[in-house]
T-cell receptor
């Protein structure tokens, strides 16, 4: 089955710097890759997602890139702010079907230092 | 509109007792998922519902764990004879028809003493 790895497990950046989180997946059939942000004491919330027919997607300060050949995808946060501090999870699934189990990475704890 | 809600938000119980955790998905969402998140860990898939049926129960860790969904809406996760290792945050998520995006509730924090 699918396996998702995520690095780094913890990341500290200065406010205003960029943060990059990288994930790899094992199943070449996976074609949907969401990213979730989990703030302390809350459930994960979708922040951006990308499908396999797209190599890059951007939403304001957040961007995601996908390399299907290498089976890895990355989250880029620019101009980080203290409110970006949270745990970020990447995930992979074969999203085109009516059901597919979403496999989550282990998470990255991001701290933005003011 | 209203998001996914879960109750109780916190539950403390004694080892050996049974607990019921409730999830109210977003109205109209046909898919419902349960996950377990241990302290500082990732999301462990437990069970998936499509309507009232559960085509994927592969993540339930033991026969002490069961779940049901009625009316294609509310779901209950039951843990019988709780053990200390059951202590975790139990998250519920739902998805609209034909979409993969999962919308999570705030979770139930379970502590087994």
């Amino acid at each position: 089955g699918e396996n998702v790895e995520q690095h780094p497990s913890t990341l500290s950046v200065q406010e205003g710097d960029s943060a990059v989180i990288k994930c790899t997946y094992s199943d070449s059939a996976s074609n949907y890759f969401p990213w979730y942000k989990q703030e302390l004491g809350k459930g994960p919330q979708l922040i951006i997602d990308i499908r396999s027919n797209v190599g890059e997607k951007k939403d304001q300060r957040i961007a995601v890139t996908l390399n299907k050949t290498a089976k890895h995808f990355s989250l880029h946060i620019t101009e980080t702010q203290p409110e970006d501090s949270a745990v970020y999870f990447c995930a992979a699934s074969m999203g085109w079907t009516s059901y597919d189990k979403v496999i989550f990475g282990p998470g990255t704890s991001l701290s933005v230092i003011p | 509109g209203a998001g996914v809600s879960q109750s109780p938000s916190n539950k403390v119980t004694e080892k050996g007792k049974d607990v019921e955790l409730r999830c109210d998905p977003i109205s109209g969402h046909t898919a419902l998922y349960w996950y377990r998140q241990s302290l500082g860990q990732g999301l462990e898939f437990l069970i998936y519902f499509q309507g009232n049926s559960a085509p994927d129960k592969s993540g339930l860790p033991s026969d002490r764990f069961s779940a049901e969904r009625t009316g294609g809406s509310v779901s209950t996760l039951t843990i019988q004879r709780t053990q200390q290792e059951d202590s975790a945050v139990y998250l519920c998520a739902s998805s609209p028809p034909g979409r993969e995006t999962q919308y999570f509730g705030p979770g139930t924090r379970l502590l087994v003493l």
